[in-house]
């Protein structure tokens, strides 16, 4: 069984330039997440999908920051304009449905400059 | 507020030197708590979930264990390959909680 993909791996940009991660989960998984991961730190929850609905945006920081599933399948994930703190990795997870178990994809590492 | 707390921040082991690391939490009505493996450039990879206190799980050398406030991750005999950073998370019962991560215990096995 594919794993959840992510692209691209790896983005160096320069602050206030913008960039977009895009994401395809397990197949047949309803839920999808977005994480930030910051060097050191445990993953936190930037957004989490059920279908193409939102269901918890509470932590995303929506002044530069967007997220979208429109089919209910892939989404991406936009920051406009980066700071220098967004510098983190992104990840992507899945999950068949809300309170199951969440398997996470590789990541796409951010550094801005 | 959800907290979980991962002790200790980096452990150095020699191999085969059997240990534990400790997740501790507090959560309003556990719902499930989860251990993840992540290693250097790469995404967790889920190891276990645990439900109710007194549950164990066990894979290869790893042996998770819960309590009302915490969980161990116990390593018996530890190889070089288990050299990782191990994640902790906790899922509240109520509502459409999202996992609340620990900042991870990062774990060296010394050949």
């Known amino acids: 069984e594919a794993g959840v993909a992510q692209s691209p791996r790896y983005k160096i940009i320069e602050k206030r330039q913008s960039v977009a991660f895009w994401c395809n989960p397990i197949s047949g998984h309803a839920t999808l997440y977005w994480y930030q991961q910051i060097l050191g730190q445990g993953p936190k929850l930037l957004i989490q999908f059920q279908n193409n609905g939102v269901v918890d945006d509470s932590q995303l920081p929506k002044d530069r920051f967007s997220a979208e599933r429109l089919k209910g399948v892939d989404s991406t994930l936009k920051i406009q304009p980066a700071k220098l703190e967004d510098s983190a990795v992104y990840l992507c997870a899945s999950s068949f449905r809300q309170g199951n178990t969440i398997y996470f994809g590789e990541g796409s590492w951010l550094t801005v400059v | 507020e959800d907290q979980v707390t991962q002790s200790p921040e980096a452990l150095r082991l020699q191999e085969g030197e059997s240990s534990s690391l400790n997740c501790s939490y507090t959560?309003?009505?556990?719902?499930?708590l989860f251990w993840y493996r992540q290693d250097p450039g790469k995404g967790p990879e889920f190891l276990f979930t645990l439900y109710s206190a007194g549950e164990e799980k066990e894979k290869e050398r790893l042996k998770a264990t819960l309590t009302k406030k915490e969980s161990f991750l116990h390593i018996t005999a530890p190889k070089p390959e288990d050299s990782a950073t191990y994640l902790c998370?906790?899922?509240?019962?109520?509502?459409?909680?999202?996992?609340?991560f620990g900042k991870g215990t990062r774990l060296s096995v010394i050949a």
């Open positions: 998370a906790v899922q509240a019962a109520s509502g459409n909680t999202p996992l609340v």
């Open positions: 959560v309003s009505g556990l719902r499930g």
